[in-house]
């Protein structure tokens, strides 16, 4: 349950302490305990007992008589009680350093010292957590009411902030891969207008290399003029996508917009014509270059067989290309991508449905955020309770130590007694020892009665 490592106190009289890790990296601290103290061997101290007994009986200093006689405490007795009141002097200033000390390791139990740092920067202290919960919740609550806003918006109870109406349904709802999601919606946006401008630019660049006769040196000049064109043909119909469909959703625009857009699609289709011409100019050209080569073949074969070279007939350009179709199929490229692309958007684009799911997600972030901080709140509260308890303890185990001390005395002058009986081997010593104890110990409560009183008496006059 718990993992424990003790520093001990050094020699100058510094803080022991006793640290136990325990679930999630809590760490509690006891500081100072009683066991740091340094007490007289029992092995030792028992042995000190029987040879002070021992030395009384040899000498004389004891007997029967003077055992019985004795009227306040024997020598031992009274030179152990002296070590214990000295052992018992010495707790309170230690006492006082573990008092000490425990306010030192609650103090950083408050600083969060006690608990495994958070990944994310949390504040440490109950002050910080509480300053950081308030503005994570305030975070928390905006996100929730933009998200209730957006979710309106798809409901249709309210407007876009442009005026307009998107009903719709939400993207994936009830995920948690957000940034998924997110990522494939931009992407299914971008594709539509993405695609024609790979397609267009690549055409029209290699229009406008062998409309202009261009090398593989010189390639600016096509390249400037497939930019410029398939911009046109596919971000003028993008726009107007768009446009139309504030529109059909109930946004009003004013005339001039209408008239701004008219002229865009109309120069969007001056331009596909234009390459569509330009097209079929390159392919008819090429068809008739192509033929007039087969042409001038068949009549150096025709020489070269003596025939006359009259009978091979001259070219003619519309019999080889006729330039009406191909016209029509290459305007229906350049421009159906643009038809396409506008429909696309008309139908398509509802720009809700992603703003419903950003604020999804930056709620569903906020509200982890918020059950992290929770959990760190009541970890670091916890902490410090726990911390609380264990100094509470400490301070009991100093107080015990007074008990301790007389027990351990009581028991060398019990040694000490059970050796004068044995060192005198005389019968009545032992029976001396009982009525020295008898009469000791109603002298002792006695004075115990008469402390009382008087501490009574005192109260009584104060």
Same mark, same amino acid.
């Given at each position: 349950?718990? *993992? !424990?490592? +003790?520093?001990?106190?050094? =020699?100058?009289?510094?803080?022991?302490?006793? $640290? #136990?890790?325990? &679930?999630? %990296? @809590?760490?509690?601290?006891?500081?100072?305990?009683?066991?740091?103290?340094?007490?007289?061997?029992?092995?030792?101290?028992?042995?000190?007992?029987?040879?002070?007994?021992?030395?009384?009986?040899?000498?004389?200093?004891?007997?029967?008589?003077?055992?019985?006689?004795?009227?306040?405490?024997?020598?031992?007795?009274?030179?152990?009680?002296?070590?214990?009141?000295?052992?018992?002097?010495?707790?309170?200033?230690?006492?006082?350093?573990?008092?000490?000390?425990?306010?030192?390791?609650?103090?950083?139990?408050?600083?969060?010292?006690?608990?495994?740092?958070?990944?994310?920067?949390?504040?440490?202290?109950?002050?910080?957590?509480?300053?950081?919960?308030?503005?994570?919740?305030?975070?928390? *609550? !905006?996100? +929730?009411?933009?998200?209730? =806003?957006?979710?309106?918006?798809?409901?249709? $109870? #309210?407007?876009? &902030?442009? %005026? @307009?109406?998107?009903?719709?349904?939400?993207?994936?709802?009830?995920?948690?891969?957000?940034?998924?999601?997110?990522?494939?919606?931009?992407?299914?946006?971008?594709?539509?207008?993405?695609?024609?401008?790979?397609?267009?630019?690549?055409?029209?660049?290699?229009?406008?290399?062998?409309?202009?006769?261009?090398?593989?040196?010189?390639?600016?000049?096509?390249?400037?003029?497939?930019?410029?064109?398939?911009?046109?043909?596919?971000?003028?119909?993008?726009?107007?996508?768009?446009?139309?469909?504030?529109?059909?959703?109930?946004?009003?625009?004013?005339?001039?917009?209408?008239?701004?857009?008219?002229?865009?699609?109309?120069?969007?289709?001056?331009?596909?014509?234009?390459?569509?011409?330009?097209?079929?100019?390159?392919?008819?050209?090429? =068809?008739?270059?192509?033929?007039?080569?087969?042409?001038?073949?068949?009549?150096?074969?025709?020489?070269?067989?003596?025939?006359?070279?009259?009978?091979?007939?001259?070219?003619?350009?519309?019999?080889?290309?006729?330039?009406?179709?191909?016209?029509?199929?290459?305007?229906?490229?350049?421009?159906?991508?643009?038809?396409?692309?506008?429909?696309?958007?008309?139908?398509?684009?509802?720009?809700?449905?992603?703003?419903?799911?950003?604020?999804?997600?930056?709620?569903?972030?906020?509200?982890?955020?918020?059950?992290?901080?929770?959990?760190?709140?009541?970890?670091?509260?916890?902490?410090?309770?726990?911390?609380?308890?264990?100094?509470?303890?400490?301070?009991?185990?100093?107080?015990?130590?007074?008990?301790?001390?007389?027990?351990?005395?009581?028991?060398?002058?019990?040694?000490?007694?059970?050796?004068?009986?044995?060192?005198? =081997?005389?019968?009545?010593?032992?029976?001396?020892?009982?009525?020295?104890?008898?009469?000791?110990?109603?002298?002792?409560?006695?004075?115990?009665?008469?402390?009382?009183?008087?501490?009574?008496?005192?109260?009584?006059?104060?």
């Amino acid at each position: 349950m718990f *993992d !424990r490592t +003790r520093t001990p106190a050094p =020699a100058d009289g510094g803080t022991d302490v006793t $640290t #136990e890790t325990g &679930p999630q %990296g @809590t760490v509690v601290q006891l500081a100072n305990p009683p066991r740091r103290r340094a007490r007289l061997d029992p092995g030792q101290s028992q042995l000190r007992a029987q040879q002070a007994a021992e030395r009384a009986i040899s000498t004389g200093a004891l007997d029967d008589a003077g055992i019985e006689a004795t009227i306040g405490e024997l020598p031992y007795e009274a030179s152990r009680a002296a070590q214990a009141e000295v052992e018992k002097a010495a707790i309170a200033s230690e006492r006082a350093e573990a008092e000490a000390a425990a306010a030192t390791v609650l103090e950083a139990a408050r600083r969060g010292e006690h608990v495994a740092p958070e990944p994310h920067g949390a504040a440490k202290t109950a002050a910080g957590l509480a300053a950081e919960m308030a503005r994570t919740r305030a975070h928390a *609550d !905006r996100a +929730r009411a933009a998200h209730d =806003a957006a979710s309106r918006v798809l409901e249709g $109870t #309210e407007r876009m &902030p442009d %005026g @307009t109406k998107r009903p719709g349904l939400p993207i994936a709802p009830g995920t948690e891969r957000f940034g998924w999601h997110i990522v494939a919606t931009i992407v299914a946006g971008v594709l539509p207008v993405l695609i024609p401008l790979i397609v267009e630019g690549s055409a029209v660049a290699g229009n406008m290399r062998a409309y202009l006769r261009a090398d593989d040196s010189d390639w600016m000049l096509p390249l400037v003029i497939a930019v410029i064109s398939v911009g046109i043909l596919t971000i003028v119909p993008y726009l107007i996508g768009i446009t139309i469909n504030k529109v059909v959703h109930g946004k009003s625009l004013p005339m001039w917009h209408g008239i701004v857009a008219g002229g865009a699609a109309l120069m969007w289709i001056a331009v596909g014509v234009t390459l569509a011409v330009v097209r079929v100019s390159v392919d008819r050209a090429e =068809a008739i270059r192509v033929a007039e080569e087969n042409r001038l073949r068949s009549i150096e074969s025709a020489q070269a067989l003596g025939t006359a070279s009259a009978d091979v007939p001259p070219i003619d350009p519309n019999a080889v290309f006729e330039p009406i179709l191909p016209t029509i199929f290459w305007i229906a490229v350049f421009v159906g991508f643009g038809v396409a692309l506008v429909l696309w958007e008309v139908t398509f684009y509802n720009p809700a449905r992603l703003q419903e799911l950003r604020t999804r997600a930056v709620v569903h972030a906020a509200d982890g955020r918020v059950v992290d901080l929770v959990d760190r709140t009541a970890l670091l509260e916890g902490s410090i309770e726990l911390q609380r308890v264990v100094n509470m303890q400490s301070l009991r185990m100093w107080d015990a130590e007074h008990d301790a001390i007389d027990a351990a005395a009581a028991w060398d002058v019990a040694v000490h007694h059970g050796e004068l009986a044995l060192a005198a =081997a005389d019968p009545a010593v032992p029976l001396a020892i009982e009525r020295h104890k008898a009469t000791l110990a109603a002298r002792r409560s006695a004075d115990a009665e008469r402390r009382a009183a008087d501490a009574e008496t005192a109260g009584g006059d104060a």
